[in-house]
C-alpha cells in the first residue's frame, strides 16, 4: 500500500525509482499504474493534502459518448476502470462516489436530427452500443424538463460522474510502492544536458533518472527548468454549485446544450453548472480568481434548453450558490501529452483539456508502460509530446 506523508513529518528520501510531480488525477493515476511496473513512485505534492487544485474543482463527469478514436481510447478504459475501482485497487470498502445516472447531449438545430443520428452512430463504431438517439416529443415523454426548442439528443445511461476526491486518495493508498510526501514542491527539475539526474525541493534533492511532470496548470513552468518548452495555455473555467431546488431531479442525467455549451448535472439535492467559456489563457494560478457573473449567467443560458432553470434564477438568493474555478491545461489539438518530454528520463501526464477526470485511469496506465519500457512512445502514441497536431493551430476533431 501507497504511504502519505503529511507536511513535514517525514524526511525526502535521497533517491528513487521515478519521482511523480503532482497529485490530482494525473499524479495519483501515474503512481498507481507504475506499483503495477513495481516502480517504486515518490510523490511531491505542495499543497497539504491531495487532489486540491484543479482535481477538487471538476464537475467530474465521464462519458462513452465521443466520435474520435483518440478520445474514446482513452475514455472507455477508464470508466471501465471507475466501474470495477473496488477490484482494480483492491480497496474493498472505498466509495468513489459513482453515480451512473447517464449523460443528455441536446441540441435545438434544424437538423439536429441528423447531426445527433451521425454522432450516435460514431459511437457505435468505438463499441458503444448502448448510446440512443432522441428525437423531439421522445426526449420530453423521457426527460419532461426538457424545453420544446430542442430537435434531438444523444443519450447513455450508463455515462455519470465520480468524486474526484475520493478517486485520488484510494489510488494513492492502493499505489503498490508509492510515497507520497505532502506540502512539498519541486523546485527544480535537475539534467546533465542531456538527461535527468534529479529534483530539487526546499526539503533537498532527490536523486532519479525518470521525473512525471503531472503538475496540471503548473506543468508548464516545471517542464521549462529541464529546458522543455511544454506547447499548453491555462484556460479558465467556472463551477456553479447550486443549494437543493423542488425542480432539479436528484436522478437525472448530467445535460449539455451542445448549442450554448452549458451544462449541469445533479449534485446532493442542488446541482452543479458550468459553461464552455471563451476567456483568453493566462498563467497558472492557485487559487483562480472567481467572477460573480458567472452563476446569473450559465442560469441564464442553461434556460434555454431546460426552462426550470429561469424560475430558479428568479427566485435564488446568493446564499444558495457557492462558486468555484480551475484552469483546463490545453493542447493545440485538445489531445493530452502523455508520454517522453524531450529529455531522456522525463515524461509528461498533462495537457487534459477539461477532460482529465475521465482520462486520467487510462492516462496513467498508459505512461506508466511507457516509462517502464513496456509501451513504444513512437508514431504509434498518438499523444506522444511532438505529434504534428500539437502545433499551434491545429484543430480538434470531436464533435462536442
Ligand atoms: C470547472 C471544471 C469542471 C471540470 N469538469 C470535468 C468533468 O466533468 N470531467 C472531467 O473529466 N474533467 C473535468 N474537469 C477537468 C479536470 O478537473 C482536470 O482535467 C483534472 O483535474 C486535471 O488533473 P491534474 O492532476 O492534471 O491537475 P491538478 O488537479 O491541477 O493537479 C496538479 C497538482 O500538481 C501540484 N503541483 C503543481 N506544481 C507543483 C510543484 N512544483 N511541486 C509539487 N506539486 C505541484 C498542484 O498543487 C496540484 O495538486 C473540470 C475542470 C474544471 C475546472
Not at 160 to 184: N, Q
Request: contains cysteine; glycine residues 12%; proline residues 6%.
Amino acid at each position: 500500500m501507497g504511504r502519505i506523508h503529511p507536511a513535514g513529518t517525514a524526511a525526502l528520501p535521497q533517491t528513487a525509482d521515478v519521482v511523480v510531480i503532482g497529485g490530482g488525477i494525473a499524479g495519483a493515476a501515474d503512481a498507481f499504474f507504475l506499483g503495477r511496473h513495481g516502480l517504486g513512485a515518490v510523490l511531491l505534492e505542495r499543497a497539504p493534502q491531495l487532489a486540491s487544485l484543479t482535481t477538487s474543482q471538476a464537475v467530474a463527469c465521464f462519458r462513452a459518448q465521443w466520435d474520435d478514436p483518440d478520445y474514446a481510447e482513452l475514455v472507455l478504459p477508464g470508466i471501465a476502470f471507475y466501474e470495477g475501482f473496488a477490484a482494480e485497487t483492491g480497496l474493498a470498502d472505498w466509495p468513489i462516489g459513482l453515480r451512473q445516472q447517464g449523460w443528455l447531449f441536446l441540441t435545438a438545430a434544424a437538423d439536429g436530427p441528423a447531426t445527433m443520428g451521425r454522432f450516435v452512430e460514431a459511437t457505435r463504431g468505438f463499441g458503444v452500443t448502448d448510446s440512443e438517439l432522441l428525437v423531439g416529443d421522445e426526449i420530453r415523454r423521457r426527460f419532461p424538463w426538457v424545453s420544446e426548442g430542442m430537435t434531438a439528443a444523444s443519450y447513455r445511461a450508463r455515462d455519470g460522474w465520480v468524486s474526484p476526491y475520493e478517486v485520488v486518495h484510494g489510488l494513492a493508498r492502493a499505489a503498490a510502492t508509492a510515497e507520497v510526501y505532502l506540502g512539498t514542491a519541486a523546485t527544480e527539475i535537475l539534467t546533465d544536458g542531456s538527461r535527468v539526474t534529479g529534483v530539487r525541493t526546499a526539503g533537498g534533492t532527490i536523486a532519479t533518472e525518470r521525473v512525471v511532470i503531472a503538475a496540471g496548470p503548473f506543468a508548464k513552468r516545471l517542464a521549462a527548468t529541464a529546458g522543455v518548452d511544454l506547447p499548453v495555455t491555462m484556460v479558465r473555467h467556472h463551477r456553479a454549485m447550486v443549494a437543493p431546488q423542488p425542480e432539479i431531479p436528484a436522478d437525472g442525467p448530467m445535460t449539455l446544450d451542445t448549442d450554448t455549451h452549458a451544462y449541469w448535472r445533479p449534485e446532493g439535492g442542488g446541482a452543479f453548472l458550468g459553461m464552455g467559456q471563451d476567456e483568453p489563457g493566462t498563467e497558472p494560478v492557485d487559487p483562480v480568481p472567481t467572477d460573480w457573473t458567472f452563476p446569473a449567467v450559465v442560469m441564464d443560458v442553461a434556460s434555454r434548453a431546460v426552462p426550470f432553470w429561469g424560475t430558479i434564477a428568479d427566485r435564488l438568493t446568493s446564499a444558495e450558490i457557492s462558486l468555484a474555478a480551475g484552469q483546463y491545461t490545453c493542447t493545440a489539438d485538445g489531445r493530452p501529452f502523455i508520454g517522453g518530454a524531450g529529455v531522456d528520463g522525463l515524461y509528461l501526464h498533462t495537457g487534459d483539456n477539461g477532460w482529465g477526470i475521465e482520462s486520467g485511469p487510462e492516462a496513467g496506465r498508459r505512461l506508466a508502460a511507457i516509462v517502464a519500457g513496456t509501451a513504444p512512445d513512437d508514431e504509434r502514441n498518438p499523444y506522444r509530446r511532438n505529434r504534428a497536431s500539437a502545433a499551434a493551430g491545429a484543430a480538434r476533431t470531436v464533435t462536442y
